[in-house]
Each structure stands twice: as structure tokens, then as C-alpha cells.
């Protein structure tokens, strides 16, 4: 079922749903970040589940009865259930800084494009830039994330820095690169795999006015990535039964 088509109407959060991903395009200039849905897995087997649980036979529902089912659950507070229901995100362009606190959220599965094979291509391309006297604002921002005129103006310090670095240092290798490199640096690629019941721990958390806004600008592109039924699950449980401050 298509979200744009939706003729189940599970609640009416579409204004709520829009204003969310309005926040998050007001600063989609500011922040790089991009969220795919890779995979969705076990809803049905969550259902079933509770199935057991209660003695009945939830198998063959349609996606309205496991809405329900699973709102039940969430009303409940029984959301262990919920770990049933895995999801898999591929994220793209975020910092080093989201991405400590994102692998801070233990409850779920992290691959990571290697810093090593991003280091390259930045050392070449900034290596040539060098040569002309000048560095390039564009490509700064293309792999640091700059959201003020002070920030950039360190990153570029640091960025000389790294090339005089390699300069005096010719046979040290990425690795000891790395720990030259600023968090605001963009880490590439990202795959996580999370639970529907640690990802409303982490929607609840990181979408809190309190929260690192580079994480609560992804965050909101996690709810908006999901199939319908999840998604409206997850903005009643963050808004309607925990009710945060964003």
C-alpha cells in the first residue's frame, strides 16, 4: 500500500507527518544526511506473536488488524513483542560526531564505510587543489560538514595541517591519518539494522528539542522512510503516548 494512496487512514497524523518532514527540508542545505529503506522484516511474525501470548490465532490479518494489534501492545506497554519487527536503513553523509552518538544506541547492527578508503580520495583531492595555493570552499563542505564561518575556517586549518602532515610524514598511512581528523568530517556510508522497539527508544530520545540537531534531522528521516503502518506507530508512540518535548 502506497503512503501517498493510503485508503486505511490507521490515524490522522498526516498534518504532523508533514510538518516533520517540513523541519526537516528547512535544513536540508545544512545537513547532507539521506536515509534509504533497505529492508522490512517481521511484522506479521510480531502479530503472530502476540497471538501466542493471548492464546488466539492473529495469523492472515489484514495490515489494519495488525495496526491495531500492534497500537494495542504500545497502549500496553508490552513492547518487548515489538523486537520481532527489524527494519534496515542504508544512511548516507552524516559526521563522525551522529555517528558516535548514533552507535550509542547498542540494541542494533552498524557497518561502515572504512574512513581509510574516504581518506584517499580526500588526500588526493585536496593534494591538487594545494598545489593551485587555494583551497576550494565547495570541496570543503563536499566531506566536513561547516555550519558557520568559524567552524570552516578551522576545518581548513586542519585540513593544511593534514597535508604538511603527509608532507613530513610520507610512509604514514591513512590509519594514522585518522586521528587528524575533525568530528565534523562526513562518514559516507552507514548500514544499521534496528528493531521497531529499540528504534522507538531512539526516535524518542533523538527527536527531543534536547537531542544534537544533526541527529534529530535524521531522525525524523528514519519515521519518514518507513512503510505506513510503522511509521504511524512510531509518531503515536513519540507524540501520543510519550508525548516529548520537540
Not at 518532514?21 to 545537513?31: P, V
Not at 502476540?50 to 495469523?59: A, C
Not at 523486537?83 to 553523509?93: A, W
Not at 581528523?181 to 524518542?204: D, G, K, Q
Amino acid at each position: 500500500m502506497s503512503k501517498n494512496n493510503s485508503t486505511v487512514g490507521y490515524l490522522d497524523f498526516t498534518q504532523l507527518i508533514l510538518e516533520l518532514i517540513k523541519k526537516s527540508e528547512k535544513y536540508k542545505d545544512m545537513f547532507k544526511a539521506t536515509v534509504e529503506l533497505q529492508q522490512v522484516a517481521g511484522i506479521e511474525t510480531a502479530v503472530i506473536g502476540m497471538g501466542y501470548s493471548h492464546g488466539k490465532d492473529y495469523r492472515n490479518l489484514s495490515e489494519e488488524e495488525q495496526f491495531n494489534k500492534l497500537k494495542r501492545l504500545i497502549d500496553l506497554g508490552h513492547m518487548s513483542v515489538l523486537e520481532h519487527i527489524t527494519i534496515s536503513y542504508s544512511i548516507h553523509n552524516i559526521t563522525r560526531t551522529l555517528l558516535q552518538e548514533l552507535a550509542r544506541h547498542r540494541i542494533a547492527s552498524y557497518t561502515v564505510q572504512s574512513t581509510r578508503f574516504t581518506l584517499k580520495k580526500v588526500v588526493t583531492e585536496f593534494s591538487d587543489i594545494m598545489k593551485c595555493g587555494k583551497i576550494d570552499p565547495k570541496q570543503v563542505k563536499k566531506y566536513f560538514y561547516c555550519p558557520n564561518e568559524a567552524v570552516y575556517n578551522q576545518t581548513v586549518d586542519i585540513i593544511r595541517n593534514m597535508l604538511d602532515f603527509l608532507k613530513k610524514n610520507p610512509k604514514a598511512g591513512n590509519d594514522s591519518l585518522k586521528y587528524l581528523l575533525p568530528e565534523n568530517f562526513y562518514v559516507s556510508n552507514v548500514m544499521m539494522t534496528i528493531n521497531f522497539r529499540s528504534l522507538l527508544n531512539l526516535l524518542e530520545l533523538r527527536l527531543s528539542k534536547n537531542a544534537l540537531f544533526e541527529f534529530r534531522n535524521l531522525a525524523i528521516k528514519l519515521i519518514a522512510v518507513l512503510p505506513l503502518i510503522l511509521e504511524e506507530l512510531a509518531i503515536y508512540y513519540i507524540f501520543e503516548i510519550k508525548r516529548i518535548n520537540w
